[in-house]
C-alpha cells in the first residue's frame, strides 16, 4: 500500500521520467548514441524563458528548477525536477519559445537530445507519441493542481505542503530508510512556496519550535510529516 506521502505527492508529480518506456531498440540505441552530456554549476541556466528549442534535456544526476521571472528579479519556482526526469519538451513540440527558465539548484549533469534525432523517432514511434500525449495531458492537471491548491492555502499550509514535497524529492536509495536531507536555499523555497525569506525563515523557526522539522544549517529534515500533512490541509 502506498504511503500517505506517495499519494499526496502523486497529485503534484510530473512523470517525465517515463518518456522512452516501451521505446523499441532501435530507437532506444538511437536516443542513447546521440545524447550530449553537460556538467552546470547550481545557479546556472540550462534554459531561458522566450528562447527558442533545439531539442529536449534530461537530468541525468542533480536537481533542476523550471521557474518564472517577474520584475526585480523575483523567481516563482513552478517545478523541480530530479534525476531521471525529462524537461523542455512541451515548448519543443509545440514550436514555441520557452514559457519558463531553467537552472541548477545544485551541481547537475544534464543530457541534450537534439531536435532532429528525437522528433525523427518521434514520427516513426507510435509509442513515443502516446506516451508524450499522456505526460502532456497529465503535467497540464498537475500545473492546474499546483495553481488550485497554492492560491488557497496560507503561507504556513504552503510551506508544509511544499516540505512534503521537497521530501520526496530528495529521497535517495541510500535515503529511503532513514532521515532525508532537504538542501536548498533559502531563497529558492521561498520561490517555491511563494513568500519573503523572512515569512519563510519565521515560519520554519517555528515549525522547528513546534518539533515538526529539524534544522541543520541549510538542511531540514523532517520530524512530524503526518502534522505538516495535517497543517497542508491535504487529509
Given at each position: 500500500?502506498?504511503?500517505?506521502?506517495?499519494q499526496?505527492?502523486?497529485?503534484?508529480q510530473?512523470?517525465s521520467d517515463?518518456v522512452?518506456?516501451g521505446l523499441a531498440?532501435e530507437?532506444?540505441?538511437?536516443?542513447e548514441?546521440?545524447?550530449?552530456?553537460?556538467k552546470y554549476?547550481?545557479?546556472?541556466?540550462?534554459f531561458i524563458e522566450?528562447?527558442?528549442p533545439?531539442?529536449?534535456?534530461?537530468v541525468?544526476e542533480?536537481?533542476?528548477k523550471?521557474?518564472?521571472?517577474?520584475?526585480?528579479?523575483?523567481?516563482?519556482?513552478?517545478?523541480i525536477?530530479?534525476?531521471?526526469?525529462f524537461f523542455?519538451?512541451?515548448?519543443?513540440?509545440?514550436e514555441?519559445?520557452y514559457?519558463?527558465?531553467s537552472?541548477?539548484?545544485?551541481d547537475?549533469?544534464?543530457g541534450?537530445i537534439?531536435k532532429?534525432v528525437f522528433m525523427?523517432?518521434?514520427?516513426?514511434s507510435?509509442i513515443l507519441?502516446l506516451?508524450?500525449l499522456?505526460?502532456l495531458s497529465h503535467e497540464?492537471g498537475?500545473?492546474v493542481n499546483n495553481?488550485?491548491?497554492?492560491a488557497?492555502?496560507?503561507v504556513?499550509e504552503?510551506?508544509?505542503?511544499?516540505?512534503i514535497?521537497?521530501?520526496?524529492k530528495?529521497k535517495?536509495?541510500?535515503?529511503?530508510?532513514?532521515?532525508?536531507e532537504i538542501?536548498?536555499?533559502r531563497e529558492?523555497?521561498?520561490?517555491?512556496?511563494?513568500?519573503?525569506?523572512?515569512?519563510?525563515?519565521?515560519?520554519?523557526?517555528?515549525?522547528k519550535?513546534?518539533?515538526l522539522?529539524?534544522?541543520?544549517?541549510r538542511k531540514?529534515i523532517?520530524k512530524n510529516?503526518?502534522?505538516?500533512i495535517?497543517?497542508?490541509d491535504l487529509?
Open positions: 500500500m502506498k504511503s500517505t506521502e506517495e499526496i505527492v502523486k497529485k503534484f510530473f512523470y517515463s522512452l518506456s531498440e530507437d532506444r540505441n538511437e536516443i548514441e546521440n545524447i550530449r552530456y553537460r554549476k547550481a545557479g546556472k541556466n540550462i522566450g528562447a527558442y533545439s531539442g529536449i534535456f534530461y541525468k542533480g536537481k533542476i523550471k521557474y518564472k521571472s517577474y520584475s526585480e528579479g523575483k523567481e516563482q519556482i513552478i517545478y525536477c530530479t534525476k531521471g526526469e523542455g519538451y512541451s515548448a519543443m513540440l509545440s514555441e519559445p514559457g519558463d527558465s537552472a541548477a539548484l545544485e547537475s549533469t544534464v541534450y537534439p532532429e525523427k523517432i518521434l514520427n516513426r507510435s507519441s506516451t508524450l499522456k505526460n497540464f498537475v500545473m495553481v488550485v491548491t497554492y488557497h492555502r496560507t504556513r504552503r510551506v508544509a505542503l511544499s516540505l514535497l521537497l521530501n520526496h530528495f535517495t536509495d541510500a535515503s529511503q530508510d532513514c532521515c532525508v538542501v536548498l536555499p529558492d523555497l521561498a520561490n517555491m512556496v511563494g513568500t519573503a525569506v523572512e515569512t519563510l525563515t519565521r515560519l520554519l523557526r517555528q515549525f519550535e513546534e518539533e522539522i529539524e534544522i541543520k544549517g531540514i523532517l510529516e503526518k502534522q505538516l495535517k497543517i497542508a487529509y
